[in-house]
């Protein structure tokens, strides 16, 4: 397995208390995969990256257990230096904003190619060449002419290029991608998606992609791990989550989506707001919003991914069953 997350947890101590940010979530992901990481905001989706990236702002957040193993070795018992070294050589992320990720003031060609003045010691012509060569792998037109152009003299779409490019530069074997595409018009971003895709097939990478829209990640994932309060609360191959969803949060994100194969469906928003994790609802997170919630909900957490729903899937729900037999 190329990244195998287990039972990870972080907390992030705050002025009001300890927040308890990701909560024991497993997930894995193989070379040539794409999982995607679905949730709301806050429901521990970035924070889980970053902690895998070794990015987390720290303090406040702070790894409090679990394992995170690449290629077989637990990145959390390694020196800084050495996961400074596997971050730059290895893993890759790619942001939601790419014109602060990007420096302002250099150009974009320089920026591509001091990835390998510094990490291959490329001669400032040869870097040059392969900038180029990278903008025109990611299609920005007229590379060649627009290598000295700064990030702003892009559009949005072509600079989530840049991002790509930027992060592919090193060949790693593993990308993040944080919601790559939610800045972005709909036809601009199923063309940025549908070219991480084409890139991550023919890289034979890993790739880890995170969203709130479960719309975006249908054509380009193979599973789906549904992130709610900190937790994983389903994990499916994505087929099988979109066709029967087996745990209500679930069936609410996919609910609140149009779809082509339910035209004339009325679309719901799931009710409520996410929780604040300084306060998590006991029992079952989700029951306050939920609409099969029951009294055992209120008081009793749902184990947490512990049954088998069906091959390569599993639910954090006491109900289940009812839910993906609707
Ligand atoms: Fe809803 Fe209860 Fe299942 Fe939680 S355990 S998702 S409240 S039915």
């Not at 992030?12 to 995969?33: H, I, K, L, M």
């Not at 591509?112 to 990278?134: C, N, P, Y």
């Not at 049954?307 to 006491?318: D, I, L, M, T």
Request: net charge neutral; aromatic share 4%.
């Amino acid at each position: 397995m190329l990244l195998d997350v287990r039972d990870l947890r972080v907390e992030f101590r705050t002025r009001d208390g300890v927040v308890g940010a990701v909560n024991g979530v497993s997930y894995a992901v193989d070379a040539g995969e794409t999982l995607a990481v679905l949730g709301e905001s806050g429901s521990g989706k970035s924070v889980t990256a970053q902690a895998v990236m070794g990015i987390l702002d720290s303090p406040p957040g702070r790894v409090t257990g679990g394992e995170i193993r690449f290629k077989d070795r637990d990145l959390l018992t390694l020196d800084r230096e050495e996961r400074r070294r596997i971050r730059g050589e290895k893993m890759a992320m790619i942001f939601q904003d790419a014109l602060s990720a990007l420096n302002p003031v250099l150009s974009v060609g320089y920026q591509l190619g001091e990835m390998f003045r510094v990490h291959r010691g490329m001669s400032r012509k040869d870097a040059r060449a392969k900038a180029i060569e990278l903008m025109e792998r990611v299609r920005i037109p007229a590379a060649r002419e627009r290598v000295d152009d700064f990030p702003h003299q892009f559009s949005g779409g072509m600079r989530q290029r840049i991002m790509i490019a930027m992060a592919l530069a090193l060949e790693p074997e593993l990308i993040i991608a944080d919601e790559p595409t939610t800045a972005l018009d709909v036809t601009v971003q199923a063309q940025v998606m549908d070219l991480l895709a084409e890139l991550q097939r023919e890289y034979r990478m890993g790739l880890i992609l995170i969203t709130h829209d479960l719309g975006v990640v249908a054509d380009v994932a193979d599973r789906i791990a549904v992130m709610y309060a900190g937790r994983i609360v389903e994990h499916a191959p994505v087929r099988g989550l979109y066709a029967r969803p087996a745990h209500p949060y679930t069936r609410g994100l996919l609910d609140s989506i149009p779809r082509l194969d339910q035209k004339g469906k009325e679309l719901l928003a799931i009710k409520g707001m996410p929780p604040n994790l300084l306060h998590v609802p006991a029992g079952c997170p989700f029951h306050p919003r939920c609409p099969r919630a029951r009294d055992v909900c209120r008081h009793d957490p749902p184990p947490p991914l512990y049954e088998e729903v069906g091959p390569g899937r599993s639910s954090a729900c006491h109900f289940w069953k009812e839910t993906i037999g609707e």
